[in-house]
Every structure is written in C-alpha cells, then in structure tokens.
C-alpha cells in the first residue's frame, strides 16, 4: 500500500508537460467556443484536437505504461509527448511539436513490449493495437492530414486503450472464452475502419460506426460495471462513470454508422466531445483513484464529492449536445462547452485535495450510553 509520508518518485516531473497541454487545450477549447480566453492564439485553437489527446491524455497513459515497465529509457515516451505538446503551443515550427509526438508514440509501443514479453495477453494486444492507432494519427498529422480525418485514428488510440484495460478485468465475470476473440476481432475491425476511412470515407466511416457499437454491446454486457454499480463507494463511483461512458459511446457510433464522415458542423461536434470528453474522460475519472496512486506512489482517496465534477460533466454534455448541438441553439454549445471545461478542471482540484488530505479515516462506532444516562 502507498504510504502518504513516501517521497514523491522523481518521474512525477513528467505530469507537468502533460498538465500544462491540458490547461492550453482547455484554453483553446473556449477559443474554439468563440469566447474569451487567457490566452488568444489562434494556433493554439487550430492543435487543440491533438494536444488533448496526444499531448495530455496520451502522456498519462505513456508514463502509466513506463512506470510499470521499469525501464529508464521509457520515461523517454511521456516526456516526449508531453514536451511535444508543449512544442506545439510556442514559437517553434509546427513540424517541431509532431516529431517529438511521433517519436514519443513510437517508444509507447516499445514500452508495450516490455510487457509483452513478460506476459503476452489478448488485453495487451488490444493495448498495442490501441498505440498503433496512437502513432498512426501523430504520423499522418505530420504528413499533413487534416485533424477532422484523423479522429479514427485518434479515437482509436484512447478507445482502445481503454477497452484494452477493462478486457482484463472481464475475466473477474467469468465470461465465455469468445469474449476475448470478439473484443480482439472487434478491435481489428477498428484499425481497418479508420484504414478505409482515409481512403474511402463514406464507406470506412459507416463500418468504425458498426465496429464501435458493438464494441460497446460487448462491454456493456460483460463489464463487471453492471454488477458493482450496485455497491457502495469507490466501486459504484467507478460503474457509474464508466457505464456513463459506454453510453456517450453508444452515441458516436450511432452517428456513425448512420451519417457516415462527420467532418464539420454541429454533428462533428457532437460526435468528437461524445468520445473524447463522454468516454474518455469519463474513464480517467473512473480510473484516477486507481491508477495515479501507481504513478505517484501515494494514497488517492475516494471521497463523495468526486461525483461532483463527474455529474457536471454529464450534465453540461447533455446541454451542449442534445440541445446545442442537435437543436442549433449555439448559446448551449457554449454554456456547455464552458460547463465541460470547469468539471475537468474541478476534478483536478477535488483529485489533488483527496491527496493531500491522505486516507480517508475510517468512523469509530459510538458507545452505547449507560442505561439511565442522557443521550
């Protein structure tokens, strides 16, 4: 167990790129919203797409991996991501920011292969797969593919990053040994989607549709989720978010599968921020009490107030897409885009509170009183 008084491990260094994308991508979120912002520079309104999910969610889930492989040289990744993200926002060229995000996805598989030759696993390969798509859509940015056509391939890194994660935890339900040749096929049904999505979009985007939802029928019927929701503490805060999750999943591969490419407008919109912010940080929600302890070797307690970030979250979603988004009414998309932004950021605040307070204390039952005595 991580004791609250173990000093800081030195590689904790390597959250700051990383954090630092994330307060440059939530400022060019409200950019992109059409508001005022600390900081009004339009490049940084134009890298937002991948900033978010390279240079700060793929430098989490980089130094995660590293930190469990026990190599020095894999530090090398997440600082390269996280590095890459900040290159993006400052005087350099462009170009400078997506090699270092390219090189940096590029060690992340390696590091997968650490562990890989330590235990092979379908889950794993799920993993890899997920930071191929990872390294696909730095290299094609690179090359100059515009972001609206690299979703697939971005969404594919985090997506099944995730559904990589949570394959090793179905085995806790038992389920039937084709449970993992499907979340495999299904997988490898991704990775060819987003390939044909580049070179035959109406036909690649509408199969990554049918390829998402059933992935998610699959993990919504035999994630453990179903069944600890119905607990208590940390356990059910997690089912929740992450049974939330699959849901704004559900509901990309809906549009999906029936629009096709959504590469514009109120419906691309609507589908990037059901991915990114309903599923994606929806799991690192679920998961922070869980993982970061890994990652900074000390105590990340539950508390219930971490459903209060995870409600607004989903709260300010639904305005801004049922209402904003599918009804036209902008001010939604901007009160809820505003909304997202302060509940990522109030569970910053409420994860680096839980922290610092350390282990939740457990109650001591009271005494009955002597019988004759006060109450």
């Given at each position: 167990m991580n004791n609250p008084g173990t000093p800081v491990p030195r590689h904790v260094?390597?959250?700051?790129?990383?954090?630092?994308?994330?307060l440059a991508g939530l400022d060019a979120a409200l950019l992109r919203l059409g508001l005022g912002a600390p900081v009004a520079d339009d490049r940084w309104a134009d890298v937002h797409g991948p900033l978010m999910v390279l240079g700060f969610v793929g430098t989490l889930v980089a130094l995660e991996r590293a930190v469990a492989a026990r190599r020095a040289w894999a530090l090398a990744s997440p600082a390269l991501l996280g590095l890459g993200g900040l290159a993006l926002l400052g005087p350099l060229p462009l170009a400078a920011g997506q090699g270092a995000l390219v090189t940096g996805a590029a060690l992340l598989i390696a590091v997968y292969g650490v562990a890989w030759r330590r235990q092979p696993a379908a889950a794993l390969a799920v993993q890899v797969l997920g930071a191929v798509h990872g390294l696909a859509a730095a290299v094609l940015w690179l090359a100059g593919v515009p972001v609206p056509h690299l979703v697939p391939t971005l969404a594919g890194f985090l997506v099944l990053t995730v559904v990589g994660e949570r394959l090793e935890l179905l085995r806790v339900g038992n389920p039937s040994a084709h449970?993992?040749?499907?979340?495999?096929?299904?997988?490898?049904?991704?990775?060819?989607?987003?390939?044909?999505?580049?070179?035959?979009?109406?036909?690649?985007?509408t199969l990554l549709g049918a390829v998402l939802l059933a992935l998610v029928a699959v993990l919504a019927r035999y994630d453990v989720a179903r069944r600890t929701v119905r607990g208590t503490g940390l356990p059910r805060f997690m089912a929740g978010a992450m049974l939330g999750g699959y849901a704004w999943l559900a509901v990309a591969g809906a549009v999906w599968l029936v629009h096709g490419p959504v590469l514009s407008g109120a419906a691309?919109?609507?589908?990037?921020?059901?991915?990114?912010?309903?599923?994606?940080?929806?799991?690192?929600?679920?998961?922070?009490?869980?993982?970061?302890?890994?990652?900074?070797?000390?105590?990340?307690?539950?508390?219930?107030?971490?459903?209060?970030?995870?409600?607004?979250?989903?709260?300010t979603l639904l305005l801004r897409v049922l209402v904003g988004d599918a009804r036209g009414v902008d001010v939604a998309v901007q009160v809820g885009g505003?909304?997202?932004?302060?509940?990522?950021?109030?569970?910053?605040?409420?994860?680096?509170?839980?922290?610092?307070?350390?282990?939740?204390?457990?109650?001591?039952?009271?005494?009955?009183?002597?019988?004759?005595s006060p109450a």
């Amino acid at each position: 167990m991580n004791n609250p008084g173990t000093p800081v491990p030195r590689h904790v260094v390597l959250l700051v790129p990383g954090g630092l994308a994330l307060l440059a991508g939530l400022d060019a979120a409200l950019l992109r919203l059409g508001l005022g912002a600390p900081v009004a520079d339009d490049r940084w309104a134009d890298v937002h797409g991948p900033l978010m999910v390279l240079g700060f969610v793929g430098t989490l889930v980089a130094l995660e991996r590293a930190v469990a492989a026990r190599r020095a040289w894999a530090l090398a990744s997440p600082a390269l991501l996280g590095l890459g993200g900040l290159a993006l926002l400052g005087p350099l060229p462009l170009a400078a920011g997506q090699g270092a995000l390219v090189t940096g996805a590029a060690l992340l598989i390696a590091v997968y292969g650490v562990a890989w030759r330590r235990q092979p696993a379908a889950a794993l390969a799920v993993q890899v797969l997920g930071a191929v798509h990872g390294l696909a859509a730095a290299v094609l940015w690179l090359a100059g593919v515009p972001v609206p056509h690299l979703v697939p391939t971005l969404a594919g890194f985090l997506v099944l990053t995730v559904v990589g994660e949570r394959l090793e935890l179905l085995r806790v339900g038992n389920p039937s040994a084709h449970v993992e040749t499907a979340v495999w096929g299904l997988s490898l049904g991704w990775a060819v989607a987003s390939t044909v999505a580049l070179l035959h979009p109406g036909t690649g985007w509408t199969l990554l549709g049918a390829v998402l939802l059933a992935l998610v029928a699959v993990l919504a019927r035999y994630d453990v989720a179903r069944r600890t929701v119905r607990g208590t503490g940390l356990p059910r805060f997690m089912a929740g978010a992450m049974l939330g999750g699959y849901a704004w999943l559900a509901v990309a591969g809906a549009v999906w599968l029936v629009h096709g490419p959504v590469l514009s407008g109120a419906a691309y919109d609507a589908v990037l921020h059901c991915v990114f912010l309903g599923f994606v940080l929806s799991m690192i929600m679920a998961h922070a009490p869980v993982i970061l302890p890994a990652v900074l070797r000390r105590p990340l307690p539950y508390r219930p107030v971490m459903y209060a970030p995870l409600a607004l979250l989903h709260a300010t979603l639904l305005l801004r897409v049922l209402v904003g988004d599918a009804r036209g009414v902008d001010v939604a998309v901007q009160v809820g885009g505003v909304g997202n932004v302060v509940a990522l950021l109030l569970f910053v605040v409420v994860a680096v509170g839980s922290a610092v307070r350390g282990p939740v204390r457990a109650r001591t039952p009271r005494e009955p009183a002597p019988v004759g005595s006060p109450a």
